[in-house]
Structures are given as structure tokens and as C-alpha cells.
């Protein structure tokens, strides 16, 4: 199936920086999802996103719908060792099924 | 948003015999839940829409008569997978439709090794 192409693929940080990744499509998308998942567990929701050119914030994340509709984005601000693990972004044509970008790994370097 | 679980958390088969993996929504009603399977290091694949009461409609290379799902009740669906093979090891996770438009609410997952 269709897959999201994230970017960066892996991120090595600081703890306290600040962390962006993005997530881009050939198609247009009615719904952009970010989502974290720690290892062994499933993905949790953390934003979601309705409308071309929508900036939602959750806490220190902030996520972008652009403004083709083919790309969102995600930024984390002064990350702490609990935001370790990977980011998948998720869209959503209108039909129920989502589609899952490939994911971006954040590490937190001590 | 949804509260899902699974069960087992993790199994361990021998290969050729089949695995059953339940899905519960806790909190939500829900008439519609989906299956998803993630390799080692990869993103998450839809397999197939479970619809209670009626079949399952399974995405394009999921083999139907493999992966059976059953929802019998808008609480539980189930996943067997039958004749298992080392292939079939996977995490597989399922989730429910969320209140808020177009989201989903996923279960822990469920760790298959097929041996």
C-alpha cells in the first residue's frame, strides 16, 4: 500500500533542543495524524490536523496541515528523555483507513 | 479517546498451527475496528477493516482465508492466524474509529513469533 514519506528518518539530539520533522505525500489528504510510539507498544495519538494551513498545538508539541495538503509537520520543543521513540505521521483520504509515513526515530543523546 | 486492549500480549507458535489474537474496545461501542501488522523497524500496514456483523474487507495481498477476522460483537474482534509460518511473525495491532473525526485509537499490540 501507499505509504508517507517522513523526514528525517532518525534524529540524534540533546535533551532541551528543539525538534522538527515533516511528512510529505504525492496525494492530497482530508486528515493528518501525528502519532508516537514507544517500543513494544502501539501508537498514541497526539494531534490532529482538519484543515490546509491548521496549526495545532498539544503541550510542546505544534503540528502544521500545509497548505497543499500534501505535507504536515511536527515540531517538539525542548525535548525531554520521555520523547524518545518514533513519530509516524498518518493521513486520511475521508474513508476511515489511515495511511502511515515511515517514521522518524528520535534519540536523546546523555 | 478509546480505550483498546489485546490479548495475548505476545505468543510464541509452532509453525503450522494457528494463533488467535482478540481485540477489545473498553470504552466504545464500535462497529468498525481494523488490524494492523508492523515488521521489525518498519511502519504500520493496514490489513483488513473488521466490520461487526458482517465480513471483513481485506486490503490488496492480505490473504483472507490466512488472516481470518470475526467481529461478533461491537466490543471484540478477533484475529486468527491460521497455519502459521516464521513470515507471519509480526507485531499486530488493532484499533477502533476515535470520537473525533478520522482518528483511531490503538490496543498494545500483540507479539507473534512463529517458530
Known amino acids: 500500500g501507499q505509504q508517507l514519506n517522513q523526514s528525517p528518518q532518525s534524529m540524534f539530539i540533546q535533551e532541551g533542543e528543539d525538534v522538527s520533522m515533516n511528512c510529505t505525500s504525492s496525494?492530497?489528504?482530508?486528515?493528518w495524524l501525528w502519532y508516537k510510539q514507544d517500543p513494544g507498544e502501539g501508537p498514541v495519538l497526539l494531534i490532529a490536523?482538519?484543515?490546509?494551513?491548521e496549526l495545532t498545538s498539544n503541550g510542546r508539541l505544534t503540528a502544521q496541515f500545509g497548505i497543499t495538503r500534501k505535507d504536515s509537520f511536527l515540531n517538539i520543543s525542548a525535548s525531554i528523555p520521555s520523547d524518545v521513540g518514533i513519530y509516524f505521521c498518518a493521513g486520511n483520504f475521508g474513508n476511515e483507513k489511515l495511511t502511515f509515513g515511515t517514521g522518524t526515530r528520535l534519540t536523546i543523546i546523555p | 479517546g478509546a480505550v483498546v486492549s489485546q490479548h495475548p500480549s505476545w505468543v510464541i507458535c509452532k509453525s503450522g498451527t494457528s494463533v488467535k489474537i482478540e481485540c477489545r474496545s473498553l470504552d466504545f461501542q464500535a462497529t468498525t475496528m481494523f488490524w494492523y501488522r508492523q515488521f521489525p523497524k518498519q511502519s504500520l500496514m493496514l490489513m483488513a477493516t473488521?466490520?461487526?456483523?458482517?465480513?471483513?474487507?481485506?486490503e490488496q495481498g492480505v490473504e483472507k482465508d490466512k488472516f481470518l477476522i470475526n467481529h461478533a460483537s461491537l466490543t471484540l474482534s478477533t484475529l486468527t492466524v491460521t497455519s502459521a509460518h516464521p513470515e507471519d511473525s509480526s507485531f499486530y495491532i488493532c484499533?477502533?474509529?476515535?470520537?473525533?473525526?478520522?482518528?483511531?485509537?490503538f490496543g498494545p499490540g500483540t507479539r507473534l513469533t512463529v517458530l
Open positions: 473488521s466490520n461487526e456483523g458482517s465480513k471483513a474487507t481485506y
Open positions: 484499533s477502533v474509529p476515535g470520537t473525533s473525526p478520522d482518528t483511531q485509537y
Open positions: 490536523l482538519y484543515k490546509a494551513g
Open positions: 496525494s492530497i489528504f482530508n486528515t
